[in-house]
């Protein structure tokens, strides 16, 4: 398993402590300016400036210092909150021609690759004050990554077809109670000859304030962590074919 980031409380206070800190001294300067107070303005801007600039090489220095990780089927990612975690891990992979009923099939460009997503709260990992009351997970990004590094969206058109064959997956999104899990279908259509697929379930990489945070796999530099699946071959079937359980 991995957990990311690694010490989210501590991390996460560190944040907050920075982020207060550089604010409080900045408006101590902008006060003191405007009363002209030149060296109590001087000295809490160097405050301000000091505290960025400590977290900022503290932030870059472990991210430098990351490595990759992928993990093997089965194995779990951790999105670490301040009292809960959540969990994925990939429970199956798949890989097909064609997929939806017969009267309805969609074909892939390459081969469509299944991948079967497990979410899961662990009640481990909560708060003894924390109850039973649903958690709704933050929005999570999902891209499949082969082995020279491209990135590939999931298939609207191949999960339209799945969900006609197999119903409608549950979203990333769905809420759960502490111990709840749930497995979603994500389809991707990629090139018939890429290998080495791993999965990426990440924060959006749009969302700024995780890559402020330490150790957290968005900050600027650092390496992700993946979710391996096991080599798939396409097959011409139009049936869908299990790889592994």
């Known amino acids: ?4 980031p690694d ?4 991390v996460i206070l560190m944040f907050l402590g920075a982020v207060g800190v550089t604010g409080f001294a900045a408006v101590v300067a902008v006060v003191a300016g405007v009363l002209r107070r030149k060296w109590i303005a001087l000295g809490s801007a160097g405050a301000a400036v000091a505290t960025a600039g400590v977290y900022a090489l503290v932030l870059t220095a472990v991210s430098v210092t990351s490595y990759q990780v992928t ?3 089965g194995d779990w990612k951790y999105f670490c909150e301040v009292d809960c975690h959540i969990a994925y891990s990939i429970a199956g992979v798949q890989t097909a021609a064609q997929l939806g009923p017969q009267s309805r099939q969609v074909s892939a460009q390459g081969r469509f690759v299944v991948v079967r997503l497990k979410t899961w709260f ?14 709704v997970t933050g929005e999570r990004q999902v891209v499949l990554v082969d082995g020279a590094g491209r990135r590939y969206e999931p298939s609207a058109s191949g999960a339209a077809a799945l ?9 990333l999104s769905q809420a759960l109670r502490p111990g709840e ?4 279908s994500l389809v991707f259509d990629v090139p018939a000859e890429v290998r080495n697929l791993r999965l990426l379930v990440s924060d959006p990489d749009d ?6 945070i330490i150790d957290h796999e968005n900050s600027y530099l650092h390496k992700k962590i993946y979710l391996g699946l096991e080599p798939a071959p396409a097959v011409s079937s139009t049936k ?3 790889v592994f359980h």
Do not use: C, K
């Open 122 to 135: 662990d009640e481990h990992s909560i708060a003894p004050w924390r109850g039973n009351a649903p958690l």
């Open 240 to 242: 869908v074919v299990d």
């Open 207 to 212: 969302d700024w304030i995780s890559s402020l």
């Open 7 to 10: 010490h989210a409380p501590l």
């Open 1 to 4: 398993m991995a957990f990311m």
């Open 181 to 184: 899990s749930f497995t979603t």
């Open 71 to 73: 993990l093997p089927p």
């Open 163 to 171: 969900g006609r064959a197999e119903g409608a997956a549950p979203a």
